[in-house]
């Protein structure tokens, strides 16, 4: 009779473990969107790789045989491939931040032949920050009013449009007027 008490009192509460496992849950998926983010874009370094090219043995063909295509080349100028890495971090509500960078330039000479394979990284690298203010332009600095008023006065002048015959053009130097359609 104990036991048949014991388990009818407890049938109208839920048990422990399972308000435990419930808030474990519903907390793991609160924190789960406040995790650091990792990530890598472009070129998977591979040291081995890097060092078996080798400046005035190795070509364009053996060069893209072993470390693949590049991630661009350059237009002008001497014949480069740049192979680029960058590693990011990312905090939650933040943008991503680049914590590794490498750049592999291999240059080559006029035969696309290897001539020399340099390596850079986040030493090179310039963290710009635009003023988001206002953008510097050259030239004289108005205001809004100079702006606005500027041109009075200035329209419809017809200097520079008029006809041979004296008139500003428009439709054949009728109507007299001082616009390009005459009026």
Not at 60 to 87: C, H, I, M, N
Request: hydrophobic residues 35%; glycine residues 14%; charged residues 15%.
């Amino acid at each position: 009779m104990i036991q048949v008490m014991a388990a009818s009192s407890r049938a109208g509460f839920p048990r422990l473990p399972t308000i435990a496992a419930l808030f474990l849950a519903a907390g793991s998926m609160v924190t789960g969107g406040c995790a650091t983010i990792h990530d890598h874009h472009g070129y998977l370094v591979d040291q081995a790789l890097l060092d078996s090219v080798q400046p005035r043995i190795d070509n364009k063909a053996s060069v893209e045989r072993t470390l693949g295509r590049p991630t661009f080349t350059t237009q002008f100028g001497d014949p480069a491939w740049y192979y680029v890495s960058v590693d990011t971090r990312q905090l939650p509500f933040r943008g991503p931040h680049a914590t590794a960078e490498t750049i592999l330039r291999v240059r080559f000479d006029a035969g696309d032949n290897v001539l020399a394979v340099d390596r850079a990284g986040m030493d090179h690298v310039v963290d710009l920050r635009p003023d988001h203010a206002s953008t510097p332009t050259l030239g004289r600095h108005r205001s809004l009013l100079e702006d606005i008023f500027s041109n009075i006065g200035t329209v419809g002048t017809g200097g520079a449009a008029a006809g041979s015959d004296g008139s500003s053009g428009g439709s054949g130097g009728r109507g007299g007027g001082t616009g390009p359609n005459g009026s």
